[in-house]
């Protein structure tokens, strides 16, 4: 048996998270996930007005707010059997891409690119050649030499004060990082102005919303924005978009590509197998079919055949997880009977392997999704294969041009450097549609087309789901209804399919295959491991523990 290195917790993602693999001769051999935090808001919903779930489920995250109100409204939706009007449809739409571009921002730059980007290395850069590096590989409207100097000043500044703020206790000269200093500057500057847009690109949902988080103007039936469709709001929206849109072509892309640039070999690391995507975006009311993000079933990476995803196929599975036993079951019938136990892999000090016929541990309190009994990943990178094999014509340029950029073939998009670029390309197609979606807006404002709710009666009893495909991948949202209230509810979230442990099967969950046969070139600071977990952009959180089989010594981590 190899060293065991425990990451918990991991930070840089939301909520609680807990990773631990197990290396042999440099690489991750095996791997298991487990989500820290225990939800229960499917119980909370339990007798409640449907009419109210929207509110409830969007506080399961400070950060996924809008989304799970919009998966539960259409859920409703479905359940009573109406459709919205079209100026309703539009106002979600761009309510639902300002939080692709926030969101897919934010993650970047202060979730993921510290696994890149050696910040202290910046202090060694000259100035001069970080603005023409700059000149040569960014559009971006700030730099020069003075700009730079200032940059690294600040940085010297945290570091003579011996407290780093927000780049404390982070893996700083870590022989896996590969950026010369020059563009470690760069990307640190563009780290700092990344915090000054996303708090401009935010205010995009308080337009329509009212406020951020938690956005207040969603209901089932439409929205109730009515008063906010008069010029000066709109034009407020589309200012708001358009700077960060030039932000997302002109800076996030081009950053991508420099770093992808000095790390190819992760174009062949973090890898899964099958992908799913329910779809979004709607063009016209509640058409699935004319999604701008089209859903779709990738099974062992056979982009060639695309099969279209029926939520009929779900299932979770609780053999590894803190719940009472029970068999897999779909989210209608789904269960939330909270069992708390040990935290038990199946592997009791090495002593018997996990897949030995004594395995029986529960180590996590996320269920284990399964389309059809098989594991999922879902998010950008599922969206953008799916897209691409369709032939989306924005995804496939989008796609070809970065690959002919970096040199890497099509296979390379199955990684975590795919994934990560995934990201990144859908966010400048479904910022690019927003003019469009404005431009509707506008026109039916001007002939009177201004109705955002439909009417309806609610039934004694009904059952609905709502789909949607949010930034970090595949949401669903389930609901009965009975005698006019909540009977039942569950919902099965993005981080829930990518982090999800074991099903009864023995199958990895995809974090969990992504892990396999990452290389660990320091097993007190592994800095792979973060770099391939926050790709998937976790919204639950973690921590590292690095434990010798042979003394049991347990070495704490402290990771940014």
């Known amino acids: ?61 400070g950060v996924c707010t809008y989304v799970h109100a919009l998966s539960s409204v259409r859920a409703v939706e479905k359940a009573i059997g109406i459709q919205i009007p079209e100026t309703a449809r539009l106002l979600r739409n761009l309510m639902h891409a300002a939080q692709y571009q926030h969101d897919h921002i934010v993650h970047f730059y202060h979730l993921h690119a510290l696994d890149w980007v050696d910040i202290v290395s910046a202090l060694k ?43 404390n206790n982070a893996y700083w000269g870590h022989p896996a990082y590969q950026l010369p200093p020059e563009a470690n500057l760069m990307a640190a500057s563009h780290y700092l102005e990344a915090l000054r847009l996303q708090a401009k690109s935010a ?22 924005c009515i008063a906010d469709l008069v010029p000066d709001r709109i034009a407020q929206f589309l200012y708001l978009w358009k700077e960060t849109q030039e932000f997302v072509k002109n800076v996030y892309i ?57 939520q009929e196929k779900v299932a979770e599975h609780i053999k590894h997880s803190w719940y009472e036993d ?36 529960k180590y996590s309190w996320i269920k284990a999704p399964r389309y059809a009994g098989e594991a999922c990943e879902v998010g950008p990178l599922a969206r953008v294969l799916v897209a691409y094999a369709k032939g989306h014509p924005e995804i496939v340029a989008v796609v070809n041009n970065t690959l002919a950029a970096l040199n890497v073939p099509v296979d390379a998009l199955f990684s975590t450097l795919g994934r990560t670029a995934a990201r990144g390309l859908e966010t400048v197609v479904v910022g ?22 439909q009417s309806y009666e609610m039934p004694d009893e009904g059952m609905g789901y709502g789909l949607n495909d949010v930034p970090r991948g595949a949401l669903g949202h389930w609901i009965e209804i009975k005698d006019k209230k909540i009977k039942n509810y569950q919902y099965v979230v993005p981080s829930t399919w990518n982090l999800g442990p074991r099903c009864e099967k023995g199958k990895l969950g995809p974090v969990e295959e992504a892990l396999i046969g990452t290389p660990i070139a320091d097993p007190k600071r592994p800095l792979e491991i973060l770099r391939t977990v926050h790709s998937f952009d976790p919204c639950i959180a973690c921590a590292i523990h690095v434990i010798d089989p042979t003394s049991n010594e347990v070495y704490k981590i402290k990771v940014l």
């Open 125 to 167: 850069a000259d100035p001069a050649k970080t603005s023409k590096l700059s000149e040569t590989v960014s559009a971006a409207p700030w730099g020069g030499i003075a700009y730079y100097k200032s940059i690294q000043q600040k940085l010297q500044t945290f570091v003579d004060s011996g407290q780093l703020g927000p780049f």
């Open 1 to 61: 048996m190899g060293n065991r290195i425990i990451v918990d917790p991991i930070t840089r993602i939301e909520g609680h998270l807990r990773i631990e693999v197990e290396i042999e001769n440099g690489k991750v051999k095996n791997a298991w996930s487990s989500g820290q935090m225990f939800r229960g808001i499917e119980m909370i919903l339990q007798g409640r007005d449907p009419r109210d779930a929207h509110h409830f489920v969007q506080r399961s995250c």
């Open 432 to 453: 690019d549609a927003m003019e469009g979606w404005v431009m509707k807006l506008i026109d039916n404002v001007k002939n009177g087309n201004t109705n955002t709710y």
């Open 203 to 224: 205010k995009m949902h308080a337009i329509f919303g009212a406020k951020n988080p938690h956005p207040q103007t969603l209901v089932v039936g439409g929205i109730t």
């Open 326 to 361: 029970g068999a897999a079951l779909h989210p209608f019938k789904g269960e939330t009977k909270p069992k708390h136990g040990e935290y038990d892999t199946g592997d009791k000090g090495g002593l018997m392997s996990f897949f030995s016929k004594k395995e029986t541990g």
């Open 254 to 310: 081009p950053d991508l590509l420099a770093v992808a640039s000095f790390y190819k070999d992760w174009g062949g690391i973090g890898g899964t197998s099958n992908f799913l995507a329910w779809g979004d975006f709607p063009q016209t009311p509640n058409e699935v079919e004319s999604c701008l993000m089209p859903g779709g079933l990738i099974l062992r990476r056979d982009i060639k055949n695309i099969q279209t995803p029926n």
